[in-house]
């Protein structure tokens, strides 16, 4: 994981839910969906990079007794998560926020599943295929694992792009592609541009950079079937990998 991921979104945590909203409401009946796929007898779920908590705690609402591990290294992020958790009553006893990465982390014995939402092209090939490794080691057969990946209009998107606009009070917020380069290869490098307006007047703005590795989702497909996984899409920017048979 690279080494500024940490804090990468430190600046844009404020407006991060916020940028989100439309694209969770769209998503959200399909990410139900996935949800199903989960069984609670093999275990906790792990939320690769849980940010604020969004899929974490409606997963836990969608589940009743499903328990989750939700990973997150940015303090600041972390500091958003508790703060809707202990809001969210019986359900902050189900969900373990961890403060490391994946990389960090050690895998427990059994889990029910595996989600990596928005947080793939974070790391490089190396990590990846770290990350492929131990969970081929890891997980059950059929143990579903979901990857989320960007979506490739925001790498069309021209510079000054608006990507979201939410009213909060008196205010709205909304967020642009300010500027974006290539680095080299996959790596993509974007600085965001939040902005909080009354009216028409600039009352706050906020520049955050972002990096992002990007692979189509049908070459994450073909890197991940070189492991025992069977992959399969459940949208242009989601796909599933199960853990085949062990073969003998």
Known sequence: MKEDT???YSDAVEYYDIAAYDMWKEK???YHKIFSLFQKENGPVLDIGAGTGLFSMELAKYTEDL??????PSKEM?????AKLMQQGTLSSRITVVPESVMEYELPDTLSG???MGVIGHLNQGQREKLWRRLEKSLKKGTPVIIETLDKSLLKAEEGTRISA???GKYRYETYIKDKKNAGGDLWK???QYKVLEDDKLVREVISPMEWEYHTIEELQKEI???SFRCGKLSDTILIARKKQEEN
Request: charged letters at 20%; a positive charge.
């Open 225 to 227: 079937s070189t492991y």
């Open 67 to 72: 328990d989750i591990i939700a990973l997150e």
């Open 166 to 168: 939410k009213a909060v």
């Open 190 to 192: 974007w600085n965001l």
């Open 114 to 116: 595996v989600v990596c």
């Open 6 to 8: 940490k804090y990468m």
């Open 28 to 30: 959200k009946m399909l």
């Open 78 to 82: 972390r500091i958003a998560f508790m």
